[in-house]
C-alpha cells in the first residue's frame, strides 16, 4: 500500500512540476516550495494531537527519559511548522533561500519519520503490553501513527524528486544567444535606440569616414548598438559577410586578435606571426591593395590608443567601428568621428526599465505608477542600472519597492560617466538585497575576468569546497544572480545542462560593470576581512609588486598574468588560501612555485585562454596539496599526470577543456593503479588530440561520473570499464572516431544515464547490454548506424527518457505502442548541429 501512495503522490507532484516548467523556473519553484510547505503543515498539524496523547497517557506510567523524548519531539513539531511559515513568507525574488528551506523540509521529515519507525512504535508496542488500560488507544495511535511515517516517506520522495527537476529544468532552459558571422544578436526588447542607429549607419557608410567611435559609460548599451547596426539591413546588403565582430577588452593578446583578422579577412589558416609589428605590416598590405571589397570591424571595449593603432587599417571601403569609454583615443586617429551614445530618454527609459520589472512595455495598473517612475528615474537612462534594478524588483510587493526608492535617494545620484557612483547604486538595489551567503558568493565573480566564457563548474566548485554550501544551494545561487542579470548563462545546445551534481556544458559571462562591481565590493570587503585577493589585470607581469602584506590571509586568490617561468615567481605565501585561480595569455606558462607551501588548497583553477594551448610546467608543486578537492585545467599542453596525481590523494574532481598530452597518464609506464579514493567525477572535453583513454581510470572505484566530450580522435575506451562499478553517469557526446563500446560496459551495473550522442561511429550495442538493469536515460542523437535499436531497447526494463532525432523516432515509438504499460519517454530533437556556443 505505501509503494502506491508514493507512486501516486509523485506522480501528481511531476505532472504539477511540468505544467508550472512552462512558466519558467521561479514559477516552478514557487508551486514546489508552497505545495511542500503545505503538505508539510497539514502532516504536523496531524502528528501533534497524536503525540500529545501519547505524552499525556505516559505521564506517570512512563520513565522520565522517554516522558523528555516525547518533549522533545514535540519541540521538532512546533520546530517545523515555524519553519513552513517561514518558507511562505520568503520572497520568491530569493530563490536560493526559498528553495533552502524546503530542503530543511524534506531532512526535518525524513528525522520524524525516522523517528517514528526506530524509536516511537518500538516503544508503544512495549506499552502495550505494560499499559493493559491503555491497549486500545495505544493500537489506535500506533496505527494513525503508521499512516504518518508513511505518508511523510510519500512526501520526502516527492520533494527529492521534485528539487532534481528545478535543477535540472534550470540548466535545460537558460537562454541561449545564437551568433551570425560571429556577430551577437541583438536583445528582444530594444528601445530608444533608433536615432542613434541611424546614424551611426550614416557614418559607417561616409566614404570620408574610416573610423567610427562609439563612445559612453560601462552599461550604457554600446555593445548592443553596436551588434544592433550589423543586423540593420542597409549595413547588412552594403557589407554582405564582411563583418567581423572582435571584443578588445582591457590588455587583449594583440597578435591573437590580428591572427584571426587574418583568418577572416585573408581567409586560409593563421599564418603564425612572430610578432605584433608584422602582423599589422603584412595585414596593411593587404587591406591596402583590395579593390571595391567592403569590410567592417566591430572592436568592442577598446581601452587604450596603443591598442587601437594596431588593429586599425586604411583600405578601400574598409571601414572600422570601436566601442570605447575613452573618446580620446577616438578624437586622435585620422578620418575616424565619434559619437556619443547618449542616455536613453525618459520615455524610452521607462519603457526599458518596465520590460525588466514587469515583462511589459508599460506601468501595470497592480502597481504604484509614481513609486515606480521614482525609481526609474535614480537609474538615469543607463540601460544596464535599468535592466539590472528591473530585474532585481521582478514580482516584489510594494514595500520592497519603498526601500529601493528611499535607498536610490539616499545614495549619491549618477552623474556624467563615474562608475563608482554606479556601483553604489547597483548596491544598493541588486546587492544589499541578497542574504550574505549570496553576498559573498557575488563577491566571487571578481575571480574571473571580464568577457570570457567561464565553466560554471568553477564557480559552484567555490562555493562548495570553499564556502561549504550544498551543491543544489549552491546551483540556486547561480540561479538567482541570472534571474537578477546579475551574469549571463549559457549552455552547450548538445550538452546535458544540470544533471546528478553537475552543470557540465553550463557557462557564464560577466559584463565588465558587473564585474567591476564585484571588484568594488570585494575591496571594502577586504578592509575587514582578507578574505580576497585578486589580480584586476594582467598588467602585472611581476606578481611580487601586487603581493600585499596582507595577502596570506586571503582564502581565495587570483591571479592573471602573461607568460611565466619559475624565476619570476616571487616567493609569496598564501596560507590559508583555500581557492587559487590562475589566468594566463601566454604559450608557456609554469605553476607558481609557492603552490606546494598552500596546505589548505581545496580549488586550483588553471585557463589559458591565448589562441594558442600553452605547455603547463611546474606540477612538481602538487606534492603540499593534501587538502585538494578539485582540479580544472584548460587549453593547456599538459604533463602525463600519473606521476602528480598521486600527491592529491583527496581529489573529487578533475575536469580537463581543450588539453592536449593526455594519451598516457602513466608517464613511468609501470602498470600501476590510480591511488585516487575520492574521485568521484571525471570531465575531458575538447581534447582532440586524446585517442585512447587511459586504462588507469578503470581503477577508481569511487568514480561516479565519467564525461569524455568533443573528442574525435577517441577510437577506443579501455577494455576493463566495467571495472567502475560506482559509476553512474557515463557521457561519450560527439566522440566521432568511437566505432564501438567495450563489452564489460554490462557491468557497470550502477549506470542511471548513458550520452552517445554525436557518436556516429557506432554500429551497435554490446552484447549484453541490456543487463544494465538501473539505466534510466539514454541520449543517443545523431547515431544513425546503430542496428537492432528496437531490440535492444525494449530489452532495457529500467528505461525511462530516450533522446533521439527524427531517424531514430520511428523504432522507438513502436516500442511504446507495443507495450501499452511501457514508462518510457521518447524525446526527440530536431537535427540541428552548430558549434555557434562556442563563440557565444
Known amino acids: 500500500m505505501a509503494s502506491i501512495v508514493v507512486g501516486a503522490a509523485v506522480g501528481v507532484a511531476l505532472q504539477e512540476v511540468f505544467t508550472a516548467t512552462k512558466k519558467g523556473v521561479p514559477y516552478l519553484i514557487k508551486v514546489f516550495s508552497s505545495s511542500a510547505s503545505k503538505k508539510h503543515k497539514k502532516t504536523l498539524n496531524r502528528l501533534k494531537p497524536v503525540i500529545d496523547e501519547i505524552y499525556e497517557l505516559s505521564l506517570g506510567t512512563s520513565p522520565e527519559t522517554w516522558l523528555r523524548t516525547i518533549q522533545d519531539f514535540r519541540g521538532k513539531i512546533a520546530d517545523g511548522l515555524r519553519l513552513a511559515e517561514d518558507c511562505d513568507k520568503t520572497s520568491l525574488r530569493k530563490l536560493h533561500k526559498k528553495f533552502s528551506y524546503v ?190 571589397q567592403p569590410i567592417l570591424v566591430i572592436l568592442d571595449d577598446v581601452c587604450s590608443m596603443s591598442d587601437l593603432e594596431k588593429l586599425t587599417f586604411e583600405g578601400d571601403q574598409y571601414k572600422t567601428l570601436v566601442t570605447t569609454r575613452d573618446e580620446s583615443i577616438i578624437l586622435k586617429q ?171 556544458g553550463l557557462s557564464f559571462s560577466q559584463h565588465n560593470v558587473m564585474r567591476n562591481l564585484a571588484l568594488y565590493l570585494a575591496k571594502q570587503d577586504n578592509k575587514i576581512h582578507y578574505k580576497r585577493l585578486y589580480m584586476p589585470e594582467k598588467h602585472y607581469c611581476n606578481p611580487s609588486k601586487w603581493h600585499t602584506i596582507n595577502s596570506c590571509k586571503a582564502q581565495i586568490v587570483s591571479i592573471h598574468t602573461g607568460a611565466m617561468d619559475d624565476i619570476q615567481w616571487s616567493q609569496m605565501e598564501f596560507t590559508e588560501a583555500e581557492a587559487l585561480v590562475l589566468f594566463s595569455t601566454a604559450s608557456g606558462y609554469c605553476i607558481p612555485t609557492f603552490l606546494h607551501t598552500m596546505k589548505k588548497l581545496k580549488v586550483l583553477i588553471v585557463h589559458n585562454y591565448s589562441a594558442r594551448r600553452a605547455k603547463l610546467d611546474g606540477l612538481d608543486g602538487f606534492s603540499g596539496l593534501s587538502q585538494l578537492k578539485t582540479l580544472q585545467l584548460e587549453r593547456l599542453i599538459v604533463p602525463p599526470l600519473y606521476d602528480y596525481l598521486q600527491y592529491v590523494r583527496s581529489l573529487e574532481k578533475l575536469s580537463l577543456s581543450l588539453c592536449e598530452g593526455l594519451g598516457n597518464m602513466n608517464r613511468s609506464g609501470r602498470d600501476e593503479t590510480l591511488n585516487l579514493p575520492g574521485l568521484s567525477e571525471i570531465n575531458v572535453d575538447h581534447c582532440s588530440h586524446l585517442e585512447e583513454l587511459p586504462s588507469e581510470i578503470c581503477s577508481l572505484n569511487s568514480l561516479k561520473m565519467l564525461s569524455v566530450t568533443n573528442c574525435h580522435r577517441l577510437a577506443k575506451l579501455p577494455d576493463e570499464l566495467g571495472k567502475l562499478g560506482a559509476l553512474k553517469v557515463l557521457r561519450l557526446c560527439a566522440c566521432a572516431g568511437l566505432t564501438a563500446l567495450p563489452p564489460s560496459i554490462r557491468s557497470l551495473q550502477q549506470l542511471k544515464f548513458l550520452d552517445i550522442s554525436l557518436c556516429g561511429s557506432l554500429k551497435a550495442f554490446p552484447q549484453g547490454f541490456h543487463e544494465l538493469s538501473r539505466l534510466k536515460k539514454l541520449d543517443m542523437r545523431e547515431c544513425c548506424k546503430l542496428r537492432h535499436l528496437s531490440q535492444t531497447v525494449s530489452k532495457l526494463t529500467s528505461l525511462e527518457h530516450v533522446i533521439c532525432d527524427t531517424k531514430n523516432q520511428q523504432h522507438l515509438m513502436s516500442i511504446c505502442k507495443a507495450n501499452s504499460t511501457s514508462k518510457l519517454t521518447v524525446e526527440v530533437v530536431e537535427e540541428s548541429f552548430s558549434l555557434d556556443w562556442l563563440f557565444d
Open 334 to 504: 585620422r578620418n575616424a568621428v565619434p559619437y556619443r551614445l547618449p542616455l536613453l530618454e525618459e520615455e524610452n527609459a521607462l519603457s526599458l526599465f518596465c520590460h525588466w520589472a514587469f515583462g511589459e512595455p508599460t506601468i501595470p495598473n497592480t502597481h504604484d505608477k509614481d513609486l515606480v517612475k521614482q525609481v526609474q528615474a535614480d537609474c538615469k537612462g543607463l540601460p544596464l542600472a535599468l535592466r539590472v534594478i528591473g530585474s532585481s524588483l521582478r514580482d516584489e510587493p510594494p514595500p520592497v519597492w519603498k526601500i529601493a526608492k528611499n535607498k536610490l535617494s539616499r545614495g549619491e545620484p549618477i552623474s556624467g560617466y563615474h562608475e563608482d557612483e554606479l556601483c553604489e547604486h547597483l548596491k544598493t538595489t541588486s546587492i544589499d538585497v541578497l542574504d550574505d551567503y549570496a553576498k559573498q558568493c557575488f563577491l566571487d565573480l571578481a575571480a574571473f575576468p571580464q568577457g570570457q566564457i567561464i565553466s560554471a563548474n568553477a564557480l559552484l566548485d567555490i562555493w562548495v569546497y570553499v564556502h561549504g554550501m550544498d551543491w543544489d544551494d549552491a546551483f540556486m545561487v547561480l540561479w538567482e544572480f541570472k534571474a537578477r542579470s546579475l551574469l549571463e548563462l549559457k549552455r552547450d545546445p548538445w550538452g546535458p545542462g544540470v544533471t546528478y551534481g553537475s552543470a557540465h
Open 103 to 292: 530542503k530543511k523540509i524534506q531532512n526535518l521529515e525524513k528525522d520524524i519519520s525516522d523517528f517514528i519507525n526506530t524509536n516511537l512504535l518500538p516503544n508503544m508496542a512495549l506499552d502495550v503490553k505494560r499499559l493493559p488500560n491503555y491497549s486500545n488507544q495505544l493500537n489506535n495511535l500506533s496505527n494513525d501513527m503508521k499512516d504518518i511515517a508513511s505518508n511523510i516517506d510519500a512526501h520526502t520522495q516527492e520533494i527529492s524528486l521534485l528539487r532534481r527537476q528545478i535543477i535540472e529544468n534550470s540548466g535545460a532552459n537558460v537562454e541561449q544567444q545564437e551568433w551570425s558571422l560571429c556577430v551577437p544578436n541583438t536583445p528582444s526588447f530594444l528601445v530608444g535606440f533608433e536615432k542613434s542607429i541611424v546614424r551611426l549607419k550614416e557614418l559607417v557608410l561616409d566614404n570620408t569616414v574610416s573610423v567610427v567611435g562609439v563612445t559612453g559609460m560601462s552599461g550604457s548599451g554600446k555593445s548592443t548598438i553596436a551588434s544592433a547596426l550589423c543586423h540593420h539591413n542597409e549595413i547588412k546588403e552594403y557589407f554582405k559577410k564582411n563583418v567581423i565582430y572582435i571584443t578588445v577588452s582591457k590588455s587583449p593578446n594583440l597578435r591573437d586578435i590580428l591572427e584571426t583578422m587574418w583568418e577572416n579577412i585573408v581567409g586560409g589558416p593563421k599564418p603564425g606571426f612572430k610578432n605584433v609589428e608584422e602582423a599589422h605590416k603584412k595585414l596593411q598590405w593587404i587591406i591596402g591593395s583590395r579593390r571595391n
